[in-house]
């Protein structure tokens, strides 16, 4: 979950946040969601924190299917909306 999506995409993408996707070098989004409301998108990314692999990986293929890296779409948005 974050504010500034981003800043938390490129600090996943250089590797700035040591934690899972790191570890696991992961650099892509494949998946995202959106929430007006802080403590829905809490409890939102903690149970999906609980699903199986199999489960995340139905979520991704439903709404990406191809597994396309939303950062370049997401990025644009933004730059146009600077």
Excluded: C
Aim: charged share 35%.
């Amino acid at each position: 979950m974050t504010s500034d999506i981003q800043k938390r995409v490129w600090e996943h993408k250089n590797k700035v946040i040591k934690g899972f996707s790191y570890k696991y070098n992961l650099d892509k989004l494949v998946y995202v969601e959106h929430s007006d409301d802080i403590e829905t998108a809490i409890h939102r990314e903690k149970r999906l924190k609980k699903y199986t692999r199999e489960a995340k990986i139905n979520l991704i293929e439903q709404n990406n299917p191809n597994w396309n890296d939303l950062w370049v779409e997401i990025n644009g948005a933004y730059e146009h909306a600077v």
